[in-house]
T-cell receptor, first 114, second 111 residues
Framework: DSGVTQTPKHLITATGQRVTLRCSPR?????VYWYQQSLDQGLQFLIQ???????AKGNILERFSAQQFPDLHSELNLSSLELGDSALYFCASSVRGRAGNTIYFGEGSWLTVV | DAKTTQPPSMDCAEGRAANLPCNHSTISGNEYVYWYRQIHSQGPQYIIH???NNETNEMASLIITEDRKSSTLILPHATLRDTAVYYCIVILTGGGNKLTFGTGTQLKVEL
C-alpha cells in the first residue's frame, strides 16, 4: 500500500459526459501528479501540483483540468468525454527526502467511456 | 532529463537472480537513477534509486557503473510475482520533478 488513495476505482460513463477523479496523497506530501495510461500507450504525464499551485504541465487536453485543494487532495476533471479517453488514470504524490524526490503511485482509476 | 535505453523483454527462472540493464549515457552529474515496476495494470511501484554509489534495499540492489553511464537492477531471487514491466528513469534532483516513463523491460519470471 503506497498510501496514495484514488477514487473511484472503476467508472463507466457515456461520451460527452464529465467525470471527476479524486486523489488523496500520502500524509505530508505536497506534490501531486496525474498520469494517464491507455491500452496502446505508456504512462503519460498530465499535470503536477505543488501545495495548491500548478507546477508542471504535460500532454493534458484542454478538456481536462485539475486542481489541488488546501487539504492537499487533488481532483482531475475530464469533460466532453470521448471513447479515446478510456484509460487508467494514476495519481502520485512525492515526499522530498534527503536524496532526491521519491514518487509513490496510487492504484489508479479505470475509466471506460462508452 | 537524460534518456534511458532498456531491453524490451527478459526472461528469468524462478529463484535465480534477475539482472535488468539500463543505459543512460547522457546522464548529468546531479541526476539520479530511479527504478519502478508495474505489475499488470497496477500502479507503478517504487523499487530503488541511487546517485553514484551502489544501493540495496529489501526489494533489490542497484549497481551504477563508475562513469554513471549505465546501471543494473538486481532482483536476487526472482519469484513469479516479480513478473512486471521495469522502468529505469533518470531524473534531476530537487523537489517536485515529474517522472518520464519509457517503454521499460518486460520481465517474465518462469518456473
Amino acid at each position: 500500500d503506497s498510501g496514495v488513495t484514488q477514487t473511484p476505482k472503476h467508472l463507466i460513463t457515456a461520451t460527452g459526459q464529465r467525470v471527476t477523479l479524486r486523489c488523496s496523497p500520502r500524509s505530508g506530501d505536497l506534490s501531486v501528479y496525474w498520469y494517464q495510461q491507455s491500452l496502446d500507450q505508456g504512462l503519460q504525464f498530465l499535470i503536477q501540483y505543488y501545495n495548491g499551485e500548478e507546477r508542471a504541465k504535460g500532454n493534458i487536453l484542454e478538456r481536462f483540468s485539475a486542481q489541488q485543494f488546501p487539504d492537499l487532495h487533488s481532483e482531475l476533471n475530464l469533460s466532453s468525454l470521448e471513447l479515446g479517453d478510456s484509460a487508467l488514470y494514476f495519481c502520485a504524490s512525492s515526499v522530498r527526502g534527503r536524496a532526491g524526490n521519491t514518487i509513490y503511485f496510487g492504484e489508479g482509476s479505470w475509466l471506460t467511456v462508452v | 532529463d537524460a534518456k534511458t535505453t532498456q531491453p524490451p523483454s527478459m526472461d528469468c527462472a524462478e529463484g535465480r537472480a534477475a539482472n535488468l540493464p539500463c543505459n543512460h549515457s547522457t546522464i548529468s552529474g546531479n541526476e539520479y537513477v530511479y527504478w519502478y515496476r508495474q505489475i499488470h495494470s497496477q500502479g507503478p511501484q517504487y523499487i530503488i534509486h541511487g546517485l553514484k554509489n551502489n544501493e540495496t534495499n529489501e526489494m533489490a540492489s542497484l549497481i551504477i557503473t563508475e562513469d554513471r553511464k549505465s546501471s543494473t537492477l538486481i532482483l536476487p531471487h526472482a519469484t513469479l510475482r516479480d513478473t512486471a514491466v521495469y522502468y529505469c528513469i533518470v531524473i534531476l534532483t530537487g523537489g517536485g520533478n515529474k517522472l518520464t516513463f519509457g517503454t521499460g523491460t518486460q520481465l517474465k519470471v518462469e518456473l
